[in-house]
């Protein structure tokens, strides 16, 4: 069985800061993975999503890894700011047309 | 580019009753999934449904069912409420293995 971990849970940190937020999988067969962000009481925003032939995608200050072979994806947000506070989520489908398997997420508080 | 649509945004229902939620993928997307997400068990997987067909099912018991219509719209139904159905409930709409995109959900109170 497929299990997602991302750690910590939450993160506080001063404005400006460089982060990467970790995702780490047990099963390596997986066809592409997605990071979403989730503000409180909102639906899942899609910010990257990488295929499994690909090695990161960037878009503005986010930028997305994925490595296989190590079970691990990071999301690395450059100079953050107080409105990147959220939860951010990895998940990604366990097979082909497969349900999405999520992390727990990690709560991200940028301090002004 | 219209996103996922989600109806209503919130709802408050009694206990016995039931209730009808609708999702309306994003235009050509043929798959439509829903998902319930609540704090102690996070997001949970429902059901998926692809041209009207349900592919994927998660474990939830039969008072939650859904369905899709021609059109790709889906609605999930939930019978007999309970309080633990209490939750924010989320559908995604994708198409093949470009990702997914997720409404805004509906918020559920049982009382």
């Known amino acids: 069985k497929q299990e997602v971990t991302q750690i910590p849970a939450a993160l506080s940190v001063p404005e400006g800061e460089n982060l990467v937020l970790n995702c780490s999988f047990t099963?390596?067969?997986?066809?592409?993975l997605q990071w979403f962000r989730q503000d409180p009481g909102k639906g899942l925003t899609s910010l990257l999503l990488?295929?499994?032939?690909?090695r990161e995608q960037t878009s503005g200050r986010l930028n997305a890894s994925l490595d296989k072979s190590s079970g691990r994806s990071t999301l690395y947000i450059a100079a953050s700011q107080p409105g990147d506070s959220a939860t951010y989520l990895c998940a990604f489908p366990t097979g082909a047309n497969s349900k999405l398997t999520f992390g727990k997420g990690i709560t991200l508080s940028v301090r002004p | 580019k219209a996103g996922v649509t989600q109806t209503p945004r919130y709802l408050i229902k009694t206990r016995g009753q039931q209730v009808t939620l609708s999702c309306s993928p994003i235009?050509?997307?043929?798959?439509v999934s829903w998902y319930q997400q609540t704090p102690g068990q996070g997001l949970q997987f429902l059901f998926e449904?692809?041209?009207?067909?349900?592919?994927n099912k998660g474990n939830f018991p039969g008072r939650f069912s859904g369905r899709q219509f021609s059109n790709s719209r889906s609605e999930m139904n939930v019978s007999t409420l309970e309080l633990g159905d209490s939750a924010l409930y989320l559908c995604a709409s994708s198409w093949f293995n470009y990702g997914y995109t997720f409404g805004s959900g509906t918020r559920l109170t049982v009382v």
């Open positions: 990488i295929q499994s032939s690909q």
């Open positions: 235009s050509g997307h043929r798959s």
């Open positions: 449904y692809f041209s009207e067909t349900q592919r």
């Open positions: 099963d390596s067969a997986i066809y592409n």
